[in-house]
């Protein structure tokens, strides 16, 4: 049996969604600012996409600007705003859980002359408002607080923390790359003035992605050229990719509460079945959290050496953050939640998508004890350390 399970990774490109930008490579080549048809034709597909993609985050299509992913919409969010309100402020602050594409634009930024703040969070990875209320200074900025942790799934209350910073003066930007197309957006009711999303999270290609940028909002580009997006992202749009984005996002505004309620009954029977195995445990919110996300500990065991041994069982899976796994440091948001590195060593992040089945669950209950069994029998850790309740 071959079971795919990092869906927080990547998506398999919907049927849909492949058929709808088929043209767009072909047939409907024109470049989108010529004025011939060809042109005017790709033109439209580019705005029918805005238009999708705007309404399913309920946001005017002028605020989407198109991108090639979810890493660069975050260093457009992130540089762009702090380089045009520089004068105002240099003061930035973030988490300690965000993705790398977060945290690495601020720790460039800190090199520029920004000062960034990272805030903690609790043993679940929530974001206490307190802590946000506490770190904001007449010269901050900007604030960038991740919607759902790619990692551990935990949900940050963003209608209440951009709240908080609302009244500030602040710019509040979410990396929304695991909600968006997964459970409700809403930039109106989140308050949010920026917020970054990607195609290939939900089913859409690869290498597109776009920005939300509120109206008003100052922003600098990071690309300069013949003035796309409205002026803030330079380039020749990437029609079918844009296309397949849009097309992604119409089915998922479609599909997605269906999509969350199946989820959710698989994701319930993983952990369920999980958590049956002896020195385990779940990380992240127990409530509070994606659909589709489930991330354990499993002590005594090595991560990778348990993504090997499922392979061969055929079940992709993943440890830690696929970004992060070729360096074999522990993961930042395991370390943030408060785990010892032996424990982050054993963690495993199973991560559920529309086409898995409750056999496919079944079969991953029936392969994992086992699994985790034998890795144990041959583990160095045993005898470092026992599980503390
Ligand atoms: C995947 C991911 C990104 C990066 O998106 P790309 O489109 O792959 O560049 C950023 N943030 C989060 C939370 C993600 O899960």
Redesign the pocket.
Known sequence: MKVYMDH?ATTPVDSRVVEAMEPYFSDKYGNPSSLYTAGLEAREAVEDARGRVARLLNGAPEGIIFTS????S?NLALKGVAFANRKKGRHIITTKIE?H??LEPCEWLAKQGFEITYLPVDEHGLVKPESLEEALRDDTILVSI?HA??EIGTIEPIEELAGIVKDHGAYFHT?A??TYGKIPVDVQKMNVDLL?L????IYGP?GV?ALYVRRGVRMDPLLHGGGHEFRKRSGTENVPGIVGLGKAAEIAEKEMDRDAKKLTRLRDRLIKGALAIENSRLNGHPEKRLPNNANFVFLFVEGESLILELDFYGIAANTGSACSSKTLEPSHVLSAIGLKPEETHGSLRLTLGRQNTKEEVDYVLEVLPKVVGRLRQISPFKTDFVMEE
């Open positions: 927080a992913g979810g890493t660069e975050n993705h594409a977060v991740m942790n790619n990396d790359v695991q970054s990607s195609s290939h999270k690869k992605g």
